[in-house]
């Protein structure tokens, strides 16, 4: 069965979006290399590249279902924060818009009875659970540590420890 447009559609900005997903995460570990917090930067870098993925997943899927993938340009990221708290804070509603824009999709796709795309959704549905939950974790650290300094390096070596 081939894909409907719309939902072709929809899927084509999605990729679009998750490639943003990944600019923005690699602008916000920019800003921490040059705050010298390499282990935010390193969070950050393996974000990027899960973001890439989830574009590449998208991708895929729209091929094998015999649509056409139709890429656009991607919107320059922000580069600059205040703070390590202000970037998780935009990372966390960040994370909650891709969310929304899932559900979009496969609020369509169900509207549709279109039981594969649904399917294929609900990685990205669980996936979004684990994204949501694990910047909303560290923004709640950075909001516990506030001006602390020591708590701020103590977070930055324990983000260093996160594998892709």
Same mark, same amino acid.
């Given at each position: 069965?081939?894909?409907?447009?719309?939902?072709?559609?929809?899927?084509?900005?999605?990729?679009?979006?998750?490639?943003?997903?990944?600019?923005?995460?690699? *602008?916000?570990?920019?800003?921490?290399?040059?705050?010298?917090?390499?282990?935010?930067?390193?969070?950050?870098?393996?974000?990027?590249?899960?973001?890439?993925?989830?574009?590449?997943?998208?991708?895929?899927?729209?091929?094998?279902?015999?649509?056409?993938?139709?890429?656009?340009?991607?919107?320059?990221?922000?580069?600059?924060?205040? *703070?390590?708290?202000?970037?998780?804070?935009?990372?966390?509603?960040?994370?909650?818009?891709?969310?929304?824009?899932?559900?979009?999709?496969?609020?369509?796709?169900?509207?549709?009875?279109?039981?594969?795309?649904?399917?294929?959704?609900?990685?990205?549905?669980?996936?979004?659970?684990?994204?949501?939950?694990?910047?909303?974790?560290?923004?709640?650290?950075?909001?516990?540590?506030?001006?602390?300094?020591?708590?701020?390096?103590?977070?930055?070596?324990?983000?260093?420890?996160?594998?892709?």
């Amino acid at each position: 069965m081939l894909m409907n447009e719309r939902i072709q559609e929809l899927i084509n900005d999605q990729i679009n979006y998750e490639m943003y997903s990944g600019y923005i995460y690699l *602008s916000m570990a920019a800003y921490f290399e040059s705050e010298n917090l390499k282990g935010f930067a390193n969070w950050m870098k393996i974000q990027a590249y899960e973001e890439l993925k989830h574009a590449q997943k998208f991708f895929d899927y729209v091929n094998e279902r015999g649509a056409r993938v139709l890429l656009k340009s991607i919107q320059a990221p922000k580069t600059e924060w205040i *703070s390590a708290k202000e970037v998780f804070k935009e990372a966390y509603e960040h994370e909650k818009n891709v969310t929304a824009r899932i559900y979009n999709i496969a609020d369509y796709a169900i509207e549709l009875k279109d039981h594969a795309t649904v399917s294929f959704l609900n990685w990205y549905a669980d996936e979004q659970v684990e994204e949501e939950a694990n910047t909303l974790e560290i923004l709640q650290k950075l909001e516990k540590i506030g001006d602390h300094m020591q708590g701020l390096f103590m977070l930055d070596s324990e983000l260093s420890k996160r594998e892709g």
